[in-house]
Nanobody
């Protein structure tokens, strides 16, 4: 049972990235999926959460209107589309299944000119 994040990198302010989280070894479609982030010296922060079948999506205040979470229950992947990135979005982003207490290794996102 694991999740593996990918898609991070270095991007200029105002740019976009799409993160992916691939799930293995469990019935992906039955779980809420979340993205959290943690920057050095800061607490972990909820970025986005998507319910099963994508029926509801919740976002942290800092990313509302700029980020979009989605899921593909056939491919067992959850995505995080990040637009209009800001330097304060710099962090390690983790895919997290709260019901299982399971997260991936994270992917680094750095927003800098």
């Amino acid at each position: 049972v694991q999740v593996v994040e990918s898609g991070g990198g270095l991007v200029q302010p105002g740019g976009s990235l799409r993160l992916s989280c691939a799930a293995y070894g469990f019935t992906f479609s039955t779980y809420f999926m979340s993205w959290f982030r943690q920057a050095p010296g800061k607490e972990r922060e909820l970025v986005a959460r998507i319910t099963t079948i994508g029926g509801r999506k919740d976002y942290g205040d800092a990313v509302q209107g700029r980020f979009t979470v989605s899921r593909d229950d056939v491919k067992n992947i959850v995505y995080l589309q990040m637009n209009n990135l800001k330097p304060e979005d710099t962090a390690v982003y983790y895919c997290f299944i709260e019901a299982l207490g399971l997260r991936g290794q994270g992917t680094q996102v750095t927003v800098s000119s």
